[in-house]
C-alpha cells in the first residue's frame, strides 16, 4: 500500500475509510476518538467497546490494537470473534515501533496527532487517518502538539497520496 493520508470526521468516516482501504489492522490512538483526555474510567471501557462494534464491519479488518502514549487502562480488554483485541499503553509513539511490526499488513493509524500518530503510521508504512476534533478544553500538551503538527503537515506528508 502506497501511504495515504486522510482526514476523518468522526467514527462513521473512519469505518468508511478502513473498509475502502482494505486494511487488516488498524491502530487506534485513544485520546480523544476513544475517551476524552482525562474522562472517567467508564468512558474509556465504553468508546472501546462502541468503537469494536463500528468496525466489525469492516471485512479486511483482523487487528485492532488500541495505543495511548499515557498509562491509563481499560477495565478489560473486550474479545471478538474475527478480531484480534490489542491494548498498548506508554506506547512512546512514535519512537517505538517493534511491538506494531508483526501485526498483519495492509494497516492504518488513526489519531489526533501528526507528529505521533502520523509519524508512527509513516514509519510502519500505513495509512494515516487523521481524526482532528475540537481542542476546547483540551489538555496544553495535545494542544501544542497539534499545533506543531498543522505547520509540519506540509513537510511530513506532501508525498502522501489521498485515497479515492
Known amino acids: 500500500m502506497k501511504p495515504v493520508y486522510e482526514p476523518i470526521l468522526g467514527p462513521d468516516d473512519m469505518v468508511r475509510h478502513i473498509k475502502g482501504l482494505g486494511v487488516q489492522t488498524v491502530i487506534v490512538d485513544i485520546e480523544p476518538l476513544v475517551a476524552y483526555w482525562d474522562g472517567p474510567q467508564e468512558d474509556l471501557d465504553d468508546g472501546i467497546v462502541k468503537l469494536l462494534g463500528q468496525v466489525a464491519a469492516a471485512p479486511s479488518l483482523r487487528v485492532v490494537c488500541f495505543s495511548t502514549n499515557s498509562a491509563r487502562v481499560p477495565s478489560s480488554v473486550p474479545r471478538t470473534e474475527n478480531i484480534q483485541v490489542i491494548y ?77
Open 88 to 164: 498498548v499503553t506508554s506506547a512512546r509513539k512514535p519512537i517505538q515501533t517493534a511491538r506494531y511490526e508483526q501485526l498483519p499488513r495492509p494497516g492504518a493509524v488513526i489519531g489526533d496527532q501528526l507528529l505521533t500518530d502520523g509519524l508512527l503510521a509513516r514509519r510502519l508504512g500505513y495509512a494515516f487517518l487523521h481524526y482532528q476534533p475540537p481542542l476546547g478544553g483540551a489538555p496544553i500538551g495535545p494542544m501544542l502538539l497539534n499545533g506543531c503538527g498543522r505547520l509540519l503537515r506540509p513537510l511530513l506528508f506532501a508525498a502522501y497520496r489521498a485515497h479515492s
